[in-house]
Every structure is written in structure tokens, then in C-alpha cells.
């Protein structure tokens, strides 16, 4: 028979975190962990909305990095030297020099701004707005992991700090069409 989705181990209200430590699934990593997930979501979102190219290519690297990013924090800080050993994907030096290079890319192209932005001039910026929200909203969810007894990274939370200047940037350009 088929394995399921629905194992029903959650309808008491708890949910595994990755190497199957039980937690409530209002636990502040599961809050993390959803909020990355829904960032990725309205990352595919702005891929599907967004001309082919460049543009979604990059955002499909971003989806890659933050199944890395959420396996990590899904993590419990018990099990950290287990998931540092592991073969798990992890984000590293090299994945903010990309990100910081896509920023550098597009800054050098003199993409208009002034102050805030009003999203909505087109579907593909709109979406890149959304998912901006959705990484800034990951980035406090993280950045609070540490006061609940959770080690995050630094280099976690410089990502997704990177990441959402890079998807406001992107907003911006797709605005112009350029």
C-alpha cells in the first residue's frame, strides 16, 4: 500500500521536528520553519509570474537554499552535531556571495527607487513583494529561535536579510520592465 500524507501523528496538536523529537506545532521552530515554507511558496509564485530567464532561474536557487535553510532549523538543538555531520545541504559563504552578486547586478543597473515602494505596478512585482513580506517575516521568526533556547547561524540570518534586499531590488526592476 502507498505511503500517505495524512499519518494522522498530528492530530493531537504536536508535529516531528527532523530527526522525529515530538513539539507542539505553535513551537516557535515549527513557527520559524512555517514561515520559511510560506516564503519559499510565494517564491514559486513570483517564478511563475515572472518572464523566463534570469530572473526566475535566481528565485529557483533561493527555493533550493531555503529547503536547506528549513532542514536546519527544523533541527533540534540536540540533535546539531547529528545535523552537522549529515549530508544535509547546508547555506553557506557561497550562497550570500550569490545573492550579494544578484544585488551588485542589479544596483548596477540604476533601477529607479525613492523611498517606499507601492506594490502592484505588475503580477510578476507584486509577487516579488509578497515574497519579500514572507522572507522578512522568516527573518523575525529566526531571528527570535535564540531567546527559545535554538542556535541559529549567523550566516541564516544574513541570508534571508540579503535575500529580502535582492526580491526588493527584483520588485523594483520588474516595475521598470527592465
Request: glycine share 8%; hydrophobic share 45%; proline share 4%.
Amino acid at each position: 500500500m502507498p505511503r500517505s500524507i495524512s499519518t494522522r501523528t498530528g492530530d493531537d496538536g504536536t508535529t516531528s521536528l527532523l530527526y522525529g523529537q515530538r513539539v507542539p506545532k505553535d513551537h516557535p521552530q515549527i513557527e520559524a520553519v512555517g514561515s520559511v515554507d510560506e516564503f519559499n511558496a510565494a517564491l514559486g509564485l513570483a517564478k511563475s509570474l515572472c518572464p523566463e530567464g534570469g530572473r526566475r532561474a535566481g528565485l529557483e536557487l533561493i527555493q533550493h537554499d531555503l529547503v536547506a535553510l528549513m532542514g536546519e532549523i527544523a533541527c533540534a538543538e540536540a540533535d546539531a552535531g547529528r545535523y552537522a555531520a549529515s549530508k544535509f545541504t547546508r547555506i553557506g559563504a557561497a550562497e550570500i556571495a550569490r545573492v550579494d552578486a544578484a544585488v551588485a547586478a542589479i544596483e548596477a543597473k540604476n533601477v529607479k527607487f525613492d523611498g517606499w515602494a507601492t506594490p502592484g505596478a505588475n503580477q510578476c512585482a507584486a509577487a516579488l513583494d509578497l515574497a519579500r513580506a514572507a522572507a522578512r517575516r522568516a527573518e523575525r521568526r529566526l531571528v527570535g529561535l535564540p531567546r527559545q533556547g535554538k542556535t541559529v547561524r549567523p550566516l541564516l540570518l544574513q541570508y534571508l536579510n540579503r535575500v529580502s534586499d535582492l526580491l526588493w531590488l527584483l520588485a523594483r526592476e520588474a516595475e521598470t520592465g527592465k
